[in-house]
């Protein structure tokens, strides 16, 4: 048994050193030098290879790897090792034909050619996913990766409106203009681009790779700070001899003639030794011109954050005190600084209601217990997983072009983390009076990670017909299984162990054994109305980051502000507990001491409005087509949701649970 089970073992612990020390790389910790052929050596190397991650568009939610195209193939090709979060991602880095030596300006080198012949059906079907590849608008993502051009990602710099100069990590395999003579999507930037039902194809790159040389500073050779290029379609008269200054490389609609494709390239080196290497990514982040509503969206925040706090405050310092002092003054205590003022028939009325009528129930146990334990825990692991994932990243432990990086790290900790989450879980639930401890621990390792791993595994499906690269092989999706079941789920039932073993949760008042009745309510003070409301506040505060943060999942565009996103993290930290706090004192108030799952709900609720923008972006801002492509948008959005629900519902929860532990215990009950 001992013997069998170790392979696995070994496999699975290979698999997260080396994909996570991958994935904690370092940025600024091992710059590679690069120098002239003929003078390289042990300190710096001459060739540098460039790599192609696999292409992806706005239009539709499938990656493609760039092998499924058509385009010119390295003959050598090589993968090298990519992490667990980039494989989730469906990232897919393979070396590229285009290749060059430090320093050594190329002009109009050719690459490969491709012929389609009218006779050939292969041929048709080849330049068909090609020009379905123009129409979606499919982009080429070269360069980002570890070993490609230096962890540079060769981006196309062009100008926007106002002057400004934008710069996309990513540029399109070609552009099209439609049969009533509308040029689509990159087919604007030339005015050459002008026949009707016409693609065209970008069979060209202009790169130029500057460098900062060490030989003012005393170190050998030099470093990359910076990568970009220029597409450029041009259709080349003789194949052999190329001069790049023909007319564009146009590709009819109708495939009635054969067509020949010469690809080509240009490199370019330019010394620019003002540029540091540590800072080679400034020229990508600052042409974001997103940094101005970065701020309006945190000043938004802060003004819910403080509207919350001065109501919370406002609750804590006066109400809360008077009610304190007017319930204990009753037995005849009051501290010196608590004005009594003369009893009147009026305060003996005022003494009949409030929170403090609920004493003998506020702490019964809620109904479903059971679920609400095993939330709870799953919400601890979530966030204690992102808390620490986003401080690294901000950190800058996680380089903000690899979101494999980041996704990596998120997994591994959330394996890691099963530990707090069979505690809480089994803590929680002891106190609620529960007995089924074996359910809770399963349910506690298994429930919501299965609901994410069958959706998982249904988008894969579809992923996998329709050949995206995005489909998780069977080897990654085995190593997954086996971190869940191998790591994950032992640790849970550590923690599971620790926490039966201690004692329940002391409750600072007694429970009534008769429940007591709950007034009839006013519509605010009524659950659902009450929930619905909860999640307003908190949803306010991130929706303008959601908005990027969509973007950059579903536009493909870099998301690099992990310092506004942790800033963010903590609002809606704070905004989610006040807003539960405010919530669950008034239904108090009105008597109505069904709390437990309230709390949970009430800031839970930002999930479901995370869903609902979720559907307006993707019918405002995604032109997203196909059936697979849709189902797959709301198959991860269901997981995303999910997620944040656990989320927003344990930090609301343990927000009320502090308040109502905090405000019973200062009150006397006779
Ligand atoms: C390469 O081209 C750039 C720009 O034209 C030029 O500044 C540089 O000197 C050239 N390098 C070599 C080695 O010829
Ligand atoms: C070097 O880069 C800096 C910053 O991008 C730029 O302002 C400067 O003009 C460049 N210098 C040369 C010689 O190209």
């Given at each position: 048994m001992k013997t069998r089970a170790k392979p696995v073992w070994r496999l699975v612990l290979s698999f997260i050193a080396l994909r996570s020390c991958a994935a904690f790389y370092l940025p600024g910790l091992a710059p590679v030098s690069f120098c002239e052929e003929g003078t390289s050596g042990d300190e710096c190397q001459s060739t540098i290879q460039l790599f192609v991650n696999r292409l992806d568009s706005v239009e539709s939610v499938l990656p493609y790897e760039y092998d499924v195209f058509d385009f010119c193939q390295d003959a050598e090709e090589k993968r090298p090792s990519e992490n667990l979060g980039q494989v989730l991602f469906g990232e897919r880095i393979e070396t590229s034909p285009y290749k060059f030596n430090f320093n050594k300006n190329l002009t109009c080198e050719k690459v490969c050619t491709r012929t389609y012949d009218i006779s050939a059906k292969d041929d048709k079907k080849k330049l068909d996913f090609l020009k379905s590849g123009m129409q979606l608008n499919y982009q080429h993502h070269w360069g980002s990766?570890?070993?490609?051009?230096?962890?540079?990602?060769?981006?196309?710099?062009?100008?926007?409106?106002?002057?400004?100069?934008?710069?996309?990590p990513g540029f399109p395999i070609g552009c099209l203009v439609t049969p009533d003579g509308h040029p689509k999507d990159a087919c604007v930037i030339n005015s050459a681009f002008n026949k009707k039902n016409m693609y065209y194809l970008f069979n060209h790159v202009d790169i130029m790779i500057t460098y900062h040389s060490g030989a003012t500073e005393g170190w050998k050779g030099a470093r990359l700070v910076g990568a970009t290029l220029e597409p450029k379609s041009i259709k080349h008269e003789d194949e052999n001899k190329l001069t790049c200054d023909g007319p564009p490389m146009e590709i009819p609609n109708e495939f009635t003639s054969n067509t020949k494709v010469t690809y080509s390239y240009s490199v370019k080196f330019v010394e620019n030794n003002s540029i540091k290497w540590a800072s080679r990514w400034d020229y990508i982040l600052v042409s974001m011109p997103h940094t101005n509503i970065q701020w309006f969206s945190i000043m938004n925040s802060l003004v819910i954050v403080l509207f919350l706090s001065g109501m919370v405050a406002m609750i804590m310092l006066r109400t809360l005190h008077k009610d304190i002092a007017r319930y204990n003054q009753v037995d005849q205590w009051s501290p010196d600084w608590v004005k009594i003022p003369p009893a009147s028939g009026n305060e003996e009325a005022q003494e009949e209601s409030g929170w403090k009528q609920v004493h003998g129930d506020v702490f019964r146990p809620p109904r479903k217990g059971m679920l609400l334990s095993v939330f709870l825990g799953q919400g601890t692991q979530i966030f204690i997983m992102t808390f620490t994932t986003l401080f690294l990243a901000c950190l800058g432990f996680l380089s903000p072009a690899n979101r494999g990086a980041l996704m990596t790290c998120a997994v591994v900790l959330w394996v890691l983390l099963g530990t707090p989450a069979g505690y809480v879980s089994a803590r929680l639930y002891k106190t609620f009076g529960g007995e089924k401890w074996k359910t809770n621990v399963l349910l506690?390792?298994?429930?919501?990670?299965?609901?994410?791993?069958?959706?998982?595994?249904?988008?894969?499906?579809?992923?996998?017909?329709?050949?995206?690269?995005?489909?998780?092989?069977?080897?990654?999706?085995?190593?997954?299984?086996?971190?869940?079941?191998g790591i994950s789920m032992p640790l849970t039932f550590i923690g599971a162990y620790f926490g039966f073993k201690k004692p329940s949760l002391e409750q600072p008042v007694r429970t009534n054994q008769i429940p007591r009745q709950i007034p009839e309510q006013s519509f605010f003070t009524k659950p659902i109305p009450g929930i619905i409301m909860g999640g307003i506040l908190p949803f306010g505060c991130i929706f303008i980051q959601l908005f990027f943060i969509l973007n950059s999942i579903w536009s493909h565009q870099m998301y690099y502000m992990f310092g506004f996103l942790f800033l963010v993290f903590i609002i809606l930290l704070i905004t989610c507990s006040e807003a539960t706090i405010l919530l669950c004192y008034f239904h108090l108030c009105a008597e109505d001491y069904h709390w437990w799952w309230r709390s949970f709900l009430t800031s839970g609720f930002t999930a479901v409005y995370l869903f609902i923008y979720a559907v307006h972006y993707f019918f405002s801002k995604l032109q997203i087509v196909g059936a697979a492509s849709t189902i797959l948008y709301f198959g991860y959005t269901m997981i995303m949701v999910l997620i944040f629900f656990l989320f927003t519902g344990t930090i609301g929860f343990f927000a009320c649970f502090w308040f109502v532990n905090k405000i019973y215990s200062v009150v006397k009950v006779d």
């Open positions: 990766k570890c070993p490609i051009i230096d962890n540079m990602p060769v981006t196309w710099c062009y100008n926007v409106e106002d002057n400004q100069k934008y710069c996309n506690t390792a298994l429930l919501c990670p299965g609901i994410v791993f069958a959706d998982f595994f249904l988008m894969n499906l579809i992923l996998w017909v329709e050949g995206s690269s995005a489909a998780i092989p069977f080897g990654t999706l085995v190593a997954i299984l086996a971190l869940w079941f």
